[in-house]
């Protein structure tokens, strides 16, 4: 896969975005939004991705411990749906069960000071998911 890559860690206060580089195989963080609306936010995403040339939205997904529909999840899917009015790339949702938990993990061994481990990890979150989504699709092209 070629182009960027962006992920969405979408909650209920804050988004966490993420980039991918330029040949979609290093996640990185990039910026957290403060919700406002769905429309407000969907609008954001969408120019954040025309402005780093995004070719493939990702959204995190938040499913149950069987894969089951959780409120979380259902959020996501509206919000996908949303923004796949706005543009014409698509826009997959991919399962983000446990990427802020890793997200803390990352963060208590590779952030040196307390203040900046105890902050809001929303971006790395959405750098998690975009990694895993990463990795998981560049195996899928290698099989």
């Avoid at 411990?65 to 999840?73: A, K, W």
Wanted: with cysteine; proline share 3%.
């Amino acid at each position: 896969m070629d182009g960027r890559v962006m992920a969405i860690d979408p909650g209920e206060k804050r988004i966490g975005i993420s980039l991918s580089d330029l040949t979609a195989t290093l996640a990185a963080p990039f910026a957290v939004i403060r919700h406002v609306a769905m429309a407000e936010d969907c609008q954001k995403i969408v120019e954040i991705a025309k402005q780093n040339q995004v070719t493939v939205i990702v959204i995190g997904q938040a499913l149950g411990g069987e894969g089951e529909s959780t409120p979380q999840s259902r959020h996501s899917q509206k919000m996908a749906e949303a923004i796949r009015r706005l543009v014409d790339i698509p826009v997959v949702l991919w399962d983000e069960s446990g990427s802020t938990r890793d997200a803390q993990k990352i963060a208590r061994r590779n952030l040196a000071n307390r203040k900046a481990r105890s902050g809001h990890l929303d971006d790395h979150a959405a750098a998690v998911l975009l990694q895993d989504y990463l990795d998981t699709v560049a195996l899928k092209d290698m099989a």
